[in-house]
């Protein structure tokens, strides 16, 4: 990755403790959460977090369960689809009363279109946040280090993802074995070290020929002996600033690899899912349930024995009475002489207990898929279950999520949109406007589901007054009104749906026109045909 030189260090700035050894001794301090970790992962997607140490050509024994697998990127599939909806803006500008009246005067000087002024302020944000949401739904694989990032979260406490400059759309996402972080006593993010092996070609000439070569471990990179260890820090220096540089080797550092940035546009994002304060790591969702899972694991592996063994049949043979050799070369489906008396076959006779081992496992199941909140496991057995019943545990496990998605909101959601309006900005691709006084509301995630409950109570309020009150739906609520209030809940664009105050203005009128007119044509017809408008016959 390249930084971009905007610090007030030199290049040639000295660092007293080399990245490389700094790294090595953060790592050795979080040996057991690595190792408890590593079991979480290996219990739900291995490739998040593999065993130290492990090729990419190396077997990988997997779990004899897949439900935790089958949880985890259900559960991420549906935060990244909650949290980052596809072309679908995940958060809405508000504008404070002041500045929106400030704003409102200079827009209707020399005239008074208070609401074309509206429809102007309402359009450069819906026009901001329309190609935020484009850059991060169009960015070169930037939904799938989304996915990454959630589902290295939930399975193992955290993710990084890194989002580069506007000239390069190539996010990444790095493995916890690739990072190490330090924290505050507040949980703030102090430090961040990143190490990853590159091509000795892809470094600066002043440090190519210079740089040791790599004598680490990264499973991500096949070895070779032209690459290269590359550490990258991230450090907070201010309560709002990190800068970061880049060595290789021991201590080498990378010219030009010198940055700052402001918390709001630092492009690692750290991504959590259970931090408390005072530690450096947080927990995974899944390591919560690592009892179940382990216990799911064994018992599956002991069912897929029994299952075999049930299968086979054993021959028992009474010595003297047939050969013994000839039956042991035998293929299936050979003749051979022999005494039948003499021979037994005996088979697996453990039925119930199996059974029951298979009741505890389908059980496991359920209970790993109620921890993830997959829509199969709200479903009940039996042989009517309506769709009504569906939806409303379908909507339990929607509240469910709410604990999640708030971490999620405040770790990931909203840096990454201050990375990408930041990056915008600085390609003057968003139209200007007082930043200071806008605040960003997010409309997906924890804030979408009180969006959700909300629209939901007005929708049962108007469902109550049209079964007992149905005139005071059609006189005295506010349809314009509502209709909009809803479509600003659900994150629906309202202006190419509902009409306004000027569309219905005239369309009254011109209803109004209509009923009068036929009475006048009416008029006309009588006095154009009565006995004292025809002529005479001496005229």
């Not at 429809?119 to 739904?137: E, F, G, M, Q």
């Not at 972080?181 to 590159?198: D, F, P, Y």
């Not at 991500?220 to 970061?244: C, G, M, Y």
Request: charged share 25%; aromatic share 8%; glycine share 8%.
């Amino acid at each position: 990755m390249t930084i971009p030189p905007t610090t007030s260090l030199t290049d040639t700035a000295l660092v007293p403790v080399s990245l490389k050894a700094r790294f090595e001794s953060l790592d050795a301090e979080r040996f057991s959460v690595m190792e408890r970790l590593r079991d979480s992962a290996a219990l739900t997607c291995p490739f998040i977090l593999p065993k130290k140490d492990q090729e990419e050509s190396e077997d990988r024994r997997n779990s004899y369960q897949s439900e935790g697998n089958y949880g985890a990127i259900s559960l991420a599939s549906k935060i990244t689809l909650t949290l980052f909806p596809p072309n679908v803006p995940f958060f809405r500008y508000e504008l404070d009363p002041a500045t929106r009246a400030e704003l409102r005067a200079i827009l209707t000087a020399g005239n008074n279109d208070v609401a074309a002024a509206e429809k102007t302020l309402d359009d450069i944000l819906r026009v901001r946040s329309s190609a935020i949401t484009s850059a991060i739904s169009k960015g070169e694989g930037a939904r799938y280090k989304l996915f990454l990032t959630i589902l290295s979260t939930l399975c193992v406490g955290q993710g990084l993802l890194y989002i580069p400059e506007e000239d390069s759309d190539d996010w990444r996402f790095f493995r916890l074995d690739q990072y190490v972080v330090r924290r505050g006593g507040a949980g703030k993010l102090m430090e961040i070290i990143i190490r990853e092996q590159v091509e000795r070609s892809e470094l600066p000439e002043t440090v190519r020929n210079a740089a040791p070569p790599s004598g680490g471990s990264d499973t991500s990179i096949h070895k070779s002996t032209d690459n290269v260890e590359l550490f990258t820090t991230v450090k907070r220096t201010a309560p709002d600033t990190f800068e970061t540089w880049q060595e290789v080797g021991g201590g080498l550092a990378v010219p030009g690899s010198y940055g700052s940035f402001k918390k709001s546009n630092l492009p690692w994002i750290v991504a959590t899912c259970l931090l408390i304060d005072g530690r450096d790591y947080a927990e995974g969702y899944a390591t919560q349930f690592l009892g179940t899972l382990r216990s799911l694991h064994m018992n599956s592996r002991s069912l897929a024995f029994q299952g075999l063994l049930a299968t086979r049949k054993f021959l028992v043979m009474k010595p003297g009475m047939n050969d013994f050799r000839l039956f042991q070369k035998a293929q299936t489906g050979d003749a051979l002489p022999g005494d039948p008396e003499g021979i037994k076959a005996i088979g697996f006779d453990n039925v119930p207990e199996l059974r029951v081992a298979m009741e505890v496992v389908n059980g496991q199941k359920r209970d790993v898929g109620a921890f993830f909140m997959t829509y199969r496991s709200v479903q009940r057995d039996g042989e009517r279950v309506t769709a009504e019943e569906i939806r409303m545990l379908a909507g339990e496990l929607d509240s469910a999520n709410a604990g999640i998605y708030s971490e999620f909101t405040d770790s990931l959601q909203k840096p990454v949109l201050g990375r990408v309006e930041a990056r915008l900005d600085a390609s003057r691709r968003l139209p200007k406007f007082p930043l200071d006084s806008v605040t960003a509301k997010m409309t997906a995630g924890v804030e979408g589901l009180g969006d959700a409950a909300e629209a939901n109570k007005i929708t049962q309020w108007l469902s109550v007054l049209a079964q007992f009150l149905p005139s005071a739906v059609q006189t005295a609520i506010k349809g314009n009104v509502v209709a909009i209030k809803l479509g600003k809940l659900l994150g629906v664009d309202t202006d190419p749906l509902v009409k306004s105050d000027e569309e219905m203005a005239a369309e009254s009128t011109n209803a109004a026109m209509l009923n009068v007119a036929p009475g006048v044509a009416t008029e006309a017809a009588k006095a154009a045909f009565s006995p004292q408008s025809q002529p005479t016959a001496g005229a």
